[in-house]
T-cell receptor, first 112, second 115 residues
Framework: QKEVEQDPGPLSVPEGAIVSLNCTYSNSAFQYFMWYRQYSRKGPELLMYTYSSGNKEDGRFTAQVDKSSKYISLFIRDSQPSDSATYLC????????????FGTGTRLQVFP | GAGVSQSPSNKVTEKGKDVELRCDPISGHTALYWYRQRLGQGLEFLIYFQGNSAPDKSGLPSDRFSAERTGESVSTLTIQRTQQEDSAVYLCASIRGTSAPGEQFFGPGTRLTVL
């Protein structure tokens, strides 16, 4: 069993839809939870991070962490074609310098 | 430079040959990471440098893989006697001391194909 599980998709939605992306994990020691976005042939870029359980909102993006269920989510409101990318969840044990454990990524396509 | 750069962007090699991949981190970034991304897979951690020492090299898959870093600058990842299963995108990332948790800045990667 992988430490982090993520549905690879692809997920195809119309412009304006609400998108829900999810990951589950097995290591209860993870403390920091990140969402990265990766465009084709590019390196990943950090979208949001959350510490422990709770919600965090940034514009159209909301990240949720439920440590009791070992489940994290990213919601995208009013999705745009420019949101079309692969979304990777990542987790770490320690602050700042710790290695990241990634999910496989979910490929999202938003069509006009 | 403005971001993390990696070279070459693409490398095609024959099975059994050695390859060297290069990473130039963002100036002033103290820590550097190498990851591997196989087709359809997530990123897989290989090695982490703090300065020129490697406190965590637990992800290196075999002794054919090695890496070094010069101070807080360039890093090279060397794969000896390449195998077809080494085909992947090799990504490098760096962080500064005050980075937010998980805020690793990634390069575009080197796409390695072993024939």
């Amino acid at each position: 069993q992988k430490e982090v599980e993520q549905d690879p998709g692809p997920l195809s939605v119309p412009e304006g839809a609400i998108v829900s992306l999810n990951c589950t994990y097995s290591n209860s020691a993870f403390q920091y939870f990140m969402w990265y976005r990766q465009y084709s042939r590019k390196g990943p870029e950090l979208l949001m991070y959350t510490y422990s359980s709770g919600n965090k909102e940034d514009g159209r993006f909301t990240a949720q962490v439920d440590k009791s269920s070992k489940y994290i989510s990213l919601f995208i409101r009013d999705s745009q074609p420019s949101d079309s990318a692969t979304y990777l969840c990542a987790m770490s044990l320690l602050y700042n310098t710790d290695k990241l454990i990634f999910g496989t990524g979910t490929r999202l396509q938003v069509f006009p | 430079g403005a971001g993390v750069s990696q070279s070459p962007s693409n490398k095609v090699t024959e099975k059994g040959k050695d390859v060297e991949l290069r990473c130039d981190p963002i100036s002033g970034h103290t820590a550097l990471y190498w990851y591997r991304q196989r087709l359809g897979q997530g990123l897989e951690f290989l090695i982490y440098f703090q300065g020129n020492s490697a406190p965590d090299k637990s992800g290196l898959p075999s002794d054919r893989f090695s890496a070094e870093r010069t101070g807080e600058s360039v890093s090279t990842l060397t794969i000896q006697r390449t195998q077809q299963e080494d085909s992947a995108v090799y990504l490098c990332a760096s962080i500064r001391g005050t980075s937010a948790p998980g805020e690793q800045f990634f390069g575009p990667g080197t796409r390695l194909t072993v024939l």
